[in-house]
């Protein structure tokens, strides 16, 4: 997104979209059961004795350095899970539009992204059980970790927008270190309210069982929207919100 078009309303289209990316990214995890040997500890360890962690782990760190050398990480708005020693990229440099205050573009908070995604969100809407597809679970798993923290970190691009636009509104508070009146100035209860709604009713349309029976399918869905609206609600935009808070106390400086 050029850097003279950024508007608070070509963010808002962009969050929009976003959303279709989140939701067919469960639906794709929704398609394996749990397999929990994907997080254990020991199912990697014990045969690549190079390498210490769960599958997923493995999974995203590889993808991630194949994926550095591709230049995917110069780009502001991607941020990597695991950034420490990731090779450089061994392509052309893009020139991307240096929109972002400097020191707040560094922000990532990808740790808490897959604390949560890992011990809350995935027991919420993956069914019990093992089919052995576990290399298939973790990329699954990491198109959904991108998804999200693409969509978490775009609360950056959010913040500076609005800072742009209104920075009276913003200044007193950064200056006073204030993350409590900064919330409050970042919150609209009814927009995260329409979002909530939104988001359900597409889980609800992109995650039809579609049949050919006259009586339909009714009520069955591959990924329940209530589910979809919680992930929001509890989730997705209280950690925009954060992402928000902290680039704003270092906006200035």
């Not at 290399?135 to 978490?152: G, K, M, P, Y």
Request: glycine residues 4%.
């Amino acid at each position: 997104m050029a850097t003279n078009s950024l508007t608070l309303e070509s963010v808002r289209h962009s969050l929009i979209r976003q959303e279709d990316s989140i939701i067919f990214s469960l639906i794709e995890r929704a398609h394996f059961p749990i397999n929990s040997p994907t997080y254990s500890q020991s199912y990697v360890s014990n045969s690549i004795h190079t390498f210490s962690g769960p599958l997923l782990r493995f999974v995203v760190k590889e993808t991630e350095a194949l994926l550095a050398k591709a230049g995917r990480y110069a780009n502001p708005e991607e941020h990597p899970f695991f950034p420490e020693d990731l090779p450089p990229s061994v392509v052309p440099p893009h020139n991307f539009a240096k929109f972002l205050h400097p020191p707040a573009a560094s922000i990532n908070i990808n740790k808490d992204i897959w604390d949560t995604y890992i011990n809350k969100l995935l027991q919420l809407f993956v069914a019990p059980g093992d089919d052995g597809n576990y290399a298939s679970t973790a990329a699954s798993d990491l198109v959904c970790l991108q998804a999200l923290s693409r969509r978490i970190h775009y609360g950056k691009l959010v913040a500076e927008v609005k800072f742009r636009e209104s920075p009276q509104e913003y200044e007193p508070a950064i200056r006073a270190k204030d993350r409590d009146t900064l919330m409050k100035l970042l919150t609209f209860e009814k927009v995260e309210e329409a979002v909530m709604k939104r988001v359900a009713k597409k889980a609800m349309m992109f995650g039809q069982e579609v049949t050919l029976n006259k009586d339909g399918n009714h009520g069955k869905y591959k990924v329940d929207p209530s589910v979809v609206s919680r992930l929001y609600g509890d989730w997705i935009m209280p950690l925009t919100k954060h992402v928000e808070v902290e680039y704003l106390l270092r906006r200035l400086d």
